[in-house]
């Protein structure tokens, strides 16, 4: 069951359209979904919206954007999760994924925080690398050395559109998430569009008499 979402970011209008900011993205975009309202709270370094879920739903559901800058997200994420005991198991981190193109996402649990800083933070603070992720493609410059550059630069428009159509997928099962049925929610997430069919190759001539 999932108790608190994490989407990673950049504050600032400066970085508002950034590759980097594709999780405060998802989280805006979930925000609406559940009509809530993200609003600053000093003791948690961020912005944080509380959904009521019955008892029975797993209770509060927190949606938290760090304003902490990248590099200092577990700032944010740890003290939230401390206070209202939350394990890292319910914790879902949604996060813009240099592995994978445009139009791709994963959501897995655990693993490496793979040179994302925003993960080594959380990974730090929290003591645990067992927390959700939903990993968001961006793509990738092919030039480590462009990382940098290349994660704080505007996506051009049809790879905007690309991860926000798979901000708008995986928030079909975001219910699914929720409640903690992750393979459920992994085989729609991760399922291929069915192939076309190959069209059917035409009958063969007839063969000729031989008269």
């Known amino acids: 069951m999932i108790r608190m979402i994490v989407g990673l970011g950049n504050p600032g209008v400066e970085y508002e359209a950034t590759r980097h900011?594709?999780?405060f993205w998802w989280v805006d975009a979930a925000a609406r979904q559940l009509k809530a309202s993200l609003v600053p709270d000093r003791a948690y370094h961020g912005l944080v919206a509380r959904v009521n879920r019955p008892p029975d739903q797993g209770g509060p559901l927190w949606l938290l954007e760090p304003m902490t800058y990248m590099n200092l997200s577990g700032k944010s994420v740890a003290p939230l999760a401390r206070f209202?005991?939350?394990a890292p198991s319910e914790i879902l981190v949604v996060h813009d994924e240099?592995?994978?193109?445009p139009g791709q996402m994963k959501l897995k649990q655990g693993g490496?925080?793979?040179g994302h800083n925003g993960l080594k933070d959380i990974h730090a603070q929290l003591g645990?690398?067992?927390y959700w992720r939903l990993r968001l493609g961006i793509g990738h410059p092919g030039i480590r050395a462009e990382v940098v550059?290349?994660?704080?630069?505007?996506?051009?428009a049809d790879e905007r559109d690309a991860i926000e159509r798979n901000?708008?997928?995986?928030?079909k099962v975001l219910d699914l998430m929720l409640a903690g049925e992750m393979e459920r929610a992994m085989m729609k997430l991760h399922a291929k569009p069915a192939r076309p069919k190959p069209p059917r190759p035409p009958d063969p001539p007839p063969a000729a008499d031989a008269g």
């Open 84 to 86: 209202f005991k939350i």
């Open 98 to 101: 240099l592995d994978l193109p």
């Open 21 to 23: 900011n594709a999780g």
């Open 128 to 130: 645990a690398a067992d």
């Open 167 to 171: 901000i708008e997928e995986s928030l």
């Open 149 to 156: 550059n290349y994660v704080l630069r505007k996506p051009p």
């Open 112 to 114: 490496s925080a793979a």
